[in-house]
């Protein structure tokens, strides 16, 4: 029998399915994958916003953690969601503790529909404690943009936006371009290396959880034992055809399609 491949996700809980946990354990598992979650906090959301946010408290973060790594290994983490300092504090403690390897972090600031998912004087805890354990870091521009301090309205400008990050953050670097007007290119900035990942855009509305959907598959192929590079591809040709499978769910942007490939 095959060795079966652990990946655990670190974030929040999407009672409607389409970002966060869920979205998190459906792409592990279409990677034929064992899924582990720590549920960092639960969200009352479905495709048209957020209404309610409950955080896990950083003790039953840490707790969780503790179950998982004395019990499964997991062969690669994604982190999203993180509502507070916290809690920030706790998963970066317990990575370190556990030799966590294979990081992919998300760095989850505000939904699609312009909710806040965490608290605004976290992100400093976030760079200064979290992300630079990663292996690589997936901001989209929003993101990108607190991380670096400047807009992004160019590919020239996401290349100097990675390259202001890395001065903070020394890990590898995705900025995705979900939201760039015309193309959907996200750029690798790997420690001074760049690389493209031309996208196509897909004239899809819904879009709920792509950057969830995103960094747990990188995950999963990092788990897989692919390099970097290999994995954004891979990862990438994952959310396209989850895009384009045409899932037409719920009243507002609504969730991808995971099963377009089974
Ligand atoms: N309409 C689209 N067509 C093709 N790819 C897309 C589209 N929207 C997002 N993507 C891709 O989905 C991934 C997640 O990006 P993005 O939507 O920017 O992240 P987030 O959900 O964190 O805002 C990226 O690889 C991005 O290029
Ligand atoms: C619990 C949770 N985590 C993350 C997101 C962001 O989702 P997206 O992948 O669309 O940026 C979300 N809406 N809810």
Known sequence: MNEMKKVLTIAGSDCSGGAGIQADIKTITAHKMYAMSAITALTAQNTTGVCGILDAGADFVGRQLDCIFQDIYPDAVKIGMVANKEIIEMIAHKLVE????????????????????????????LIEK?????????????????????????????????????????????????????????????????????GKRIDNPNTHGTGCTLSSAIASNLAAGHDLVTSIKNAKDYITGALKANLDLGKGSGPLNHMYNL
């Open 98 to 125: 556990y030799k966590a390897k294979n990081i992919v972090a998300d760095p989850v600031m505000v939904s699609t529909a312009g909710s806040r998912l965490m608290e605004e004087d976290a992100a400093n805890t």
């Open 130 to 198: 979290l992300l630079p354990l990663a292996t690589v870091i997936t901001p989209n521009l929003a993101e990108a943009e607190v991380l670096c301090g400047f807009a992004i309205k160019t590919k020239e400008d996401c290349i100097k936006a990675a390259q202001t990050i890395s001065q903070k953050i020394p890990t590898a670097i995705l900025i995705k371009g979900g939201h760039l007007e015309d193309t959907a290119d996200d750029l690798l900035w790997d420690h001074g290396e760049i690389h493209w990942f031309e």
